[in-house]
């Protein structure tokens, strides 16, 4: 993982969050954990689309 280890991301995280702030952070986790939901639930709306056939009037002549 780029040579980073348990001691490298600690340090990390201590200056992300003194230069955000917790309360911006959790905002911005809130954002981004609302995102991926909304993204999971447009691709499984979709995968289900595609498997469901669609219906087609047959218009005799």
């Known amino acids: 993982m780029l040579g ?3 001691p490298e ?3 990390i ?3 992300v969050v003194v230069l955000f702030g917790a ?3 959790r ?3 809130g954002a981004l954990g ?3 939901r909304e ?3 447009a691709v499984r709306d979709e995968q289900s689309a595609e498997s469901k056939p669609e ?3 047959k218009v005799e002549s």
């Open 4 to 6: 980073l280890q348990l």
């Open 9 to 11: 991301l600690l340090i």
């Open 13 to 15: 995280l201590v200056i």
């Open 23 to 25: 309360s911006r952070l």
């Open 27 to 29: 905002g911005l986790g």
């Open 34 to 36: 609302g995102s991926i």
């Open 39 to 41: 993204f999971k639930n």
């Open 55 to 57: 219906k087609t009037d």
